[in-house]
Structures are given as structure tokens and as C-alpha cells.
């Protein structure tokens, strides 16, 4: 735990090494909850990350989830995905997908390329009720990276092509390096956040290092980020007092 005096006010930051993933084979699993609380695997509605790096020519063969809303968000190689709903498309770099798993669904992802690692995030979110329709949605980015401005990928709002059931919204930003950020402007109020660095390294608040594989728990406090290099950053933000389902296949609470 990371504790700071500024003024009156006492700055609480957790922050979870790459370390407490779990996994020994290409798939390597992180339950954000875990470094937190001893009772909940996750944390509101972020249920389970997944950093995947998988050769290529990879078959994950067919198989199921249950209550559990997938954000399959892949930087390099490529997939071709095929479910139960019908689908069958190619995914990874600017094509992301969203997987609303509900009472039942099945899918498979064939590896393609011939040299190139598919590495990505596998993101595990907890859905608003248990048992809602199947549904699977397809984002095309106008660009694989947005640099040095976050990018909103998915909310509870329609206005969003990427909508949760629950009070979920995920951000992405390329910080290139030597530039600075802050976190944006809270959809709402008491939100609890967790930035995550899929590539580089960055400095939150003059005294945080992180690096690839390595994220910061918080809530309301002011964060400032200075990239040390070029810098992948995922942004979660949950609302852990909204209604969610804790019981899904993977997103689910593991305890």
C-alpha cells in the first residue's frame, strides 16, 4: 500500500506487480481483487485480466462461457473467431470484439500468421443481471493506437458502440514518451479506477513506477502519469455500489 500526505489528505494507492498473475503457460491471469480484499477476486464489475501472448497457428478450440461479458482487445496478430451466435470474423489490432456471453455461448479462435505472437487483453467484466441474451459486437478503431489522448472503448451508455450491462467504462491511450497525462474526467462520481500498462513504463504521481504487466488500484485522487517510454495504457473505471452478477463462468468471484 502506497500512502501519501498531500495537505489534509491521505493519497491511497495499490499498486499490483506483475507478479500476481497466475498462470505458467502463454496465458497469464491477473484477479485485480485478490491484492485488495480477501473476499472478492475482483473488483465491482472488473472481474479477471487476461495477457495472453500466443504463437501463432494457435488453435483455443470451442468452448463456453456463462454470465460473463468479454472485451477481446488484441494489439498484434490476428484470429479468426468463430461462436455459436454465427459469427465468423477476423480479429486483433483494430478490429476488437465484445463477447455479452449471458445465459450461454461458445467460441473458437484459430492463431493466423506464421511468425507473429497475438498478444492482447482478455478482459473479464462482470454483467449488470444474471441470464441476459447472448450477443456478440464488433469494433473497427479508426486507428490501432490513439497517442498521448484517451480513447473511450466501451461504457454503459448507448452512445458507445462497446456497451456493458453494468457501470463499467474502459479507456485506452499510446503516451508516448516523455509526455504526461492525468486521468480523464470521471463519467460519474465514486468511481474506483485501475490503470494497467500493457507495454512500456510509466511514473504516476513523481513516485510509482510501472511497468508492462504491472497496474495501480484507486479512487478519488488525482493521478498525474509521465510516460519513461513509449507506454500502452488500459484505463478501467467500475462503480463497485452498481448492480452486478458476481457468479459468471470466469469474471465471476473465484473465492
Known amino acids: 500500500m502506497y500512502l501519501f500526505g498531500i495537505f489534509k489528505n491521505i493519497i491511497m494507492i495499490q499498486k499490483i506487480n506483475s507478479s500476481q498473475f497466475l498462470g505458467h503457460g502463454p496465458i497469464k491471469i491477473l484477479y485485480p481483487g485478490s491484492a485488495v480484499s ?10 479477471r485480466i487476461d ?36 459469427f465468423v470474423k477476423v480479429i486483433g489490432r483494430k478490429t476488437l470484439m465484445l463477447m ?3 445465459k450461454s455461448f461458445f467460441h473458437e479462435e484459430k492463431i493466423m500468421g506464421q511468425q507473429e505472437t497475438m498478444e492482447g487483453l482478455q478482459i473479464f467484466i462482470r454483467p449488470g443481471k444474471k441470464d441476459l441474451e447472448p450477443e456478440v459486437v464488433f469494433l473497427e478503431l479508426d486507428n490501432i493506437h490513439s497517442e498521448n489522448s484517451w480513447r473511450l472503448i ?9 456497451q456493458f450491462s453494468s457501470q463499467t467504462w474502459i ?34 504521481n513523481a513516485s510509482i513506477d510501472l511497468k508492462k504487466k504491472e497496474c495501480i ?6 493521478i498525474s502519469i509521465q510516460a519513461s ?9 467500475t462503480n463497485e455500489e452498481g448492480e452486478i452478477f458476481k457468479d459468471g463462468m470466469y469474471s465471476g468471484n473465484q473465492m
Open 38 to 47: 480477501s473476499t472478492d477476486t475482483g473488483i465491482g464489475s472488473i472481474g
Open 51 to 86: 495477457h495472453p501472448e500466443i504463437n501463432s497457428n494457435t488453435v483455443i478450440k470451442m468452448h463456453p462461457h456463462i454470465n460473463d461479458e468479454i472485451l477481446s482487445y488484441f494489439r498484434t496478430g490476428e484470429a479468426e473467431h468463430s461462436d455459436s451466435e454465427g
Open 229 to 237: 517510454e513509449d507506454a500502452e495504457l488500459v484505463l478501467f473505471f
Open 100 to 102: 455479452k456471453a449471458g
Open 171 to 204: 479507456y485506452d491511450m499510446k503516451l508516448l514518451s516523455g509526455n504526461t497525462s492525468e486521468i480523464p474526467e470521471l463519467p460519474k462520481k465514486n468511481l474506483t479506477a485501475l490503470l494497467y500498462v500493457f507495454q512500456g513504463s510509466v511514473q504516476v
Open 217 to 222: 488500484i484507486f479512487k478519488d485522487e488525482t
Open 154 to 162: 466501451g461504457s454503459p451508455n448507448p452512445e458507445t458502440k462497446f
